[in-house]
């Protein structure tokens, strides 16, 4: 593939020559071994900062240290020590941050989940969650774990690709076939008690059928077209790709009235296109039709409806017969009344939001107890980890690998854009759950799926960088 253009600051063109050289001693296996004990050091603290937090929730709520401290402490040292000593077998030049940041937002939504379990038993006499996510989580981490063991080389998704379109497809789809629906939207598909919500894993699919797509059809797709109003827009008979998946996303939209995954999957995909092209015309056609779609379902689809009423007067809620939820209202009062530092965990009231205060709306429980420090606290860490995913972009020579990475860092971008703009009214509620914080198993071992794909191309990466 032609590598003539320096997309982003190398994302198509590879590396720059000081990044390429940047602490490398020459002596590959020693600098592999420097960047796993940072991961180490890291990790201790994100351990330590999780016991931390549980001891700090018990404290608070029951004002004694809970016993079940021990019990936590060694299951975090176990989420970290396994994938660390994989990574040392299996990984050993991976990015030393993705693991440990991971690891730290895993924790921080264990401790808001047991917080949270005594104030919903008291309010709603709901079952315990903590003790569930913890087994998702367990669950995640062997997962990326297996990948990093059976996944040698990330280029070998590129054989599987249409299959892989085509397993998406089908799990996008599936929900809507499935009878009723829970709280207003189709997403999940129900095998008896359990519950599975394809979504979350369909994201990390697309990524690696349009990184692959684009790679074969880059330069068809960045030929020059007509200039309107200094946008240079793609030629009519290359706008067949984009007009697929804005349809599909619709149809996402309109079958299942499932806002989220509909604005990621389109999100996404115009993402990488300008990221593999470096075309503006595709940002402009895809905040047009994006535009032209939400307008149309908006006004004729009445769930999507409801919740752009829902956000555009939210306080209408407290109206009798009004029929708005008060979710969004009782967030908003949340993150006024926690103010710059909060009440502190275990002093408010995030049980007031309802149900929703364990998936997307926990990050009202971030923002009413430890305040606007706690909440950009918490974005700065998913920053953190948007950003390694592009620096393994930028690091990694392979095609395939740099959109795969793109890919990747967008969907986890996206959905952590939906979600928090959502939930502090910025945009309309999705409903779909906080990465890595929010209850949800099929959420946590997804992105925990992203996880492993991201630290084997940063492998691949640092293996091409200590050979040279």
Same mark, same amino acid.
């Given at each position: 593939m032609p590598q003539g253009t320096d997309l982003a600051g190398g994302i198509m063109t590879g590396v720059t020559e000081e990044s390429a050289g940047a602490g490398d001693d020459g002596d590959g296996r020693p600098w592999a071994l420097r960047r796993r004990r940072?991961? #180490?050091? %890291?990790?201790? /603290? =994100? +351990? $330590?900062?999780?016991?931390?937090?549980?001891?700090?929730?018990?404290?608070?709520?029951?004002?004694?240290?809970?016993?079940?401290?021990?019990?936590?402490? #060694?299951? %975090?040292?176990? /989420? =970290? +020590? $396994?994938?660390?000593?994989?990574?040392?077998?299996?990984?050993?030049?991976?990015?030393?941050?993705?693991?440990?940041?991971?690891v730290l937002l895993s924790a921080f939504? %264990?401790?808001? /989940?047991?917080?949270?379990?005594?104030?919903?038993?008291?309010?709603?006499?709901?079952e315990a969650t903590a003790p569930a996510q913890l087994v998702w989580t367990v669950t995640g981490v062997a997962v990326c774990v297996s990948v990093l063991v059976v996944l040698p080389d990330h280029r070998r998704l590129q054989r599987y690709l249409y299959v892989t379109m085509a397993g998406a497809l089908v799990l996008l789809m599936a929900p809507a076939l499935f009878p009723g629906d829970t709280y207003g939207a189709k997403?999940?598909?129900?095998?008896?008690?359990?519950?599975?919500?394809?979504?979350?894993?369909?994201?990390?699919?697309?990524?690696v059928f349009f990184a692959g797509y684009l790679v074969v059809h880059r330069d068809a797709l960045a030929l020059s077209g007509r200039t309107v109003m200094g946008a240079r827009l793609p030629p009519g008979r290359q706008l067949g790709p984009i007009l697929a998946v804005w349809g599909l996303s619709l149809l996402?939209?309109?079958?299942?009235?499932?806002?989220?995954?509909?604005?990621?999957?389109?999100?996404l995909f115009v993402v990488m296109l300008y990221a593999a092209t470096e075309r503006t015309g595709w940002v402009v056609c895809g905040v047009l039709l994006a535009a032209v779609g939400a307008a149309v379902v908006g006004s004729l689809e009445p769930h999507v409806k409801g919740r752009i009423v829902a956000w555009l007067h939210p306080f209408d809620a407290f109206r009798p017969g009004s029929g708005v939820s008060d979710q969004l209202a009782e967030a908003l009062f949340g993150f006024g009344t926690g103010g710059l530092t909060g009440a502190g965990l275990g002093r408010g009231h995030p049980e007031l939001v309802g149900f929703?205060?364990?998936s997307d709306f926990i990050l009202a429980t971030v923002g009413e107890e430890l305040g606007l420090a706690g909440v950009m606290a918490v974005?700065?860490?998913?920053?953190?980890?948007?950003?390694?995913?592009?620096?393994?972009?930028?690091?990694?020579?392979?095609?395939f690998g740099k959109l795969l990475a793109v890919g990747l860092a967008a969907a986890?971008?996206?959905?952590?854009?939906?979600?928090?703009?959502?939930?502090?009214?910025?945009?309309?509620?999705?409903?779909?759950?906080?990465?890595?914080?929010?209850?949800?198993g099929s959420s946590l071992v997804a992105n925990w799926l992203m996880v492993a794909l991201l630290l084997r191309i940063s492998d691949g990466a640092g293996r091409e960088r200590a050979a040279r």
């Open positions: 940072r991961e #180490a050091l %890291l990790l201790g /603290l =994100a +351990v $330590v900062t999780g016991c931390y937090g549980y001891a700090y929730v018990g404290l608070s709520v029951t004002g004694t240290v809970p016993d079940g401290l021990p019990g936590f402490a #060694a299951a %975090l040292v176990c /989420l =970290a +020590v $396994v994938p660390h000593l994989a990574m040392r077998r299996w990984a050993p030049y991976a990015d030393p941050l993705i693991l440990p940041l991971a939504g %264990l401790v808001l /989940l047991y917080r949270l379990d005594p104030a919903y038993r008291l309010e709603y006499h709901a997403r999940w598909i129900y095998f008896g008690p359990l519950s599975f919500q394809p979504g979350e894993f369909v994201k990390t699919m697309i990524a996402v939209l309109i079958a299942e009235r499932d806002l989220g995954t509909s604005l990621i999957f389109f999100g929703a205060g364990r974005l700065m860490l998913y920053a953190l980890l948007v950003e390694r995913g592009l620096n393994v972009a930028l690091r990694s020579r392979d095609p986890l971008a996206l959905q952590v854009f939906v979600v928090a703009g959502g939930v502090m009214g910025l945009i309309p509620l999705t409903g779909k759950a906080l990465p890595f914080l929010a209850k949800g």
